[in-house]
């Protein structure tokens, strides 16, 4: 275990939204982010779009990153319910793709300041589904706009076309319903410990689904996958078997408590932003999975095996490590560099230009 001191702030980095997206709160709301060379991919989790930021520079060093770019999904694919919200909770880029994955979680109503008690408790008893929730989406970018479309032809000629894993019967959530493990939780609101998707990554064809909750009294929980376009519908995704005959490897990992808030590539591992699984304020973590590409069976990792390597600040009742993405840059002693976006951010991570601000942080592990 790292120092429990969380990791030295480097710098901030400006994240500049339009006037639309924060009138819409995805600046406050922010659930995903990724790199992507010049640009950088984020989500907030009250909308049904992806943005795109690009890169602002001084002196050859990334201050900021602005000129946003906001795409809708429901022009891409067509969604279970329409434009309502997705809840997307994780983005990973890879090869000609951009990924994205909703929550996969059932609802429950909160209680509003203002609500006298039996009201109070009427809404509490009320849980929702909502079915844009419950997505897995593939996007082609198109190399001319280095943005996602709804088809892009290859250099090959290929027609690559957006397709999404979901609708009911036909969702992730349907896949994994008679888990044993996993299959009684998604009955369950996702911050009362039920399930509730909150990061992905891609190695190769595999696509890793990391799971805020459930945490099995003490485990979290990563499913990886190999979806593939179905052959009935190039706009559908199916699941695609792997050598042992399941279509989905379920790994629990040791992250001391926490579930996982994101998943973030590096070589050969998984990095990891664990938290708590509960809507409380507590500890977080970024942990390195070890060697995950080299896994071939679903994996029981124990805490040696997914070490965590840095501490990160979080506040009470706000400022939560929702994101991490790997930076093209080194620190001191050439220690990679993450950037960490977060839930809630705190006033003072909010700039007289109306920008909202990330943190750099080194990686030292």
Known sequence: MPAREPAPLV??????????????????????VRQDGPHLWLAGDETATVERLTARRRGGRVTGYGDQRSVRLADLVELPAGEDEVDVEGIARSGPWLWAVGSHSLKRKRIRPADPDARARERLAQVVREENRYVLLRLPVDPATQL????????????????????????????LADDPLLGPFFAIPSKDNGVDVEGIAVHDDRLYVGFRGPVLRGWAVVVEVRPQTSGKDPHRLKLRRFPEGARYRLHLL????????????????????????????GPVRVHRWLGARTHDAPALLRAEQVPAVLVLAHGEGEDHAEGIALLDERGRGGAKRLLVVHDSPAATRHTDAGAVLADVVDLKG
């Open 254 to 281: 040791d992250l001391g408590g926490l579930g996982v808030r994101d998943l973030c590539p590096d070589g050969d591992d998984l990095l990891v932003l664990a938290g708590p699984s509960m809507s409380l304020s």
């Open 11 to 32: 710098r901030h980095v400006e994240l500049h939204f339009s006037d639309e997206s924060k009138a819409g709160a995805t600046h406050t709301n922010l659930s995903a």
């Open 148 to 175: 996602p479309a709804r088809e892009v032809t290859g250099e090959d000629g290929e027609v690559l076309t957006a397709a999404l894993l979901g609708g009911k019967g036909a969702s992730l959530a349907d896949a």
